[in-house]
């Protein structure tokens, strides 16, 4: 069996935490949980902004500030989060309305 390879998110990608996303602290932090398959332990930083997010676009940017960590790690943190579906893709607002 073959690893899958992570595909970095572009750095100008933007992302929500799936509103369905249950939470559960831990002594390192906590899991992020949507489904047996789709769950994902997390730091406590990482917990923490998952906590309090109401809506907040998560960037890699916006993630490596809260982290203290390379954009290209970030962006690798969340495509790991993307590809387990916790994270979402922000629609694009710049998008043509009818």
Do not use: Q
Not at 31 to 36: A, F, R
Not at 59 to 76: G, I, M, N, Q, Y
Request: aromatic share 8%.
């Amino acid at each position: 069996m073959t690893a899958r390879k992570i595909v970095p998110a572009e750095l100008t990608d933007e992302y929500l935490f799936h509103p369905r996303l249950k939470l559960r602290e831990e002594e390192f932090g906590g899991v992020l949980y949507l489904s047996p398959s789709r769950w994902a332990p997390v730091n406590r930083e990482l917990y923490e902004l998952a906590y309090r997010a109401e809506g907040d676009i998560l960037t890699p940017r916006s993630l490596a500030a809260v982290l203290d960590v390379s954009e290209k790690d970030a962006a690798l943190t969340l495509a790991y989060l993307r590809d387990k579906k916790i994270l979402v893709e922000r629609e694009d607002h710049h998008a043509k309305r009818d």
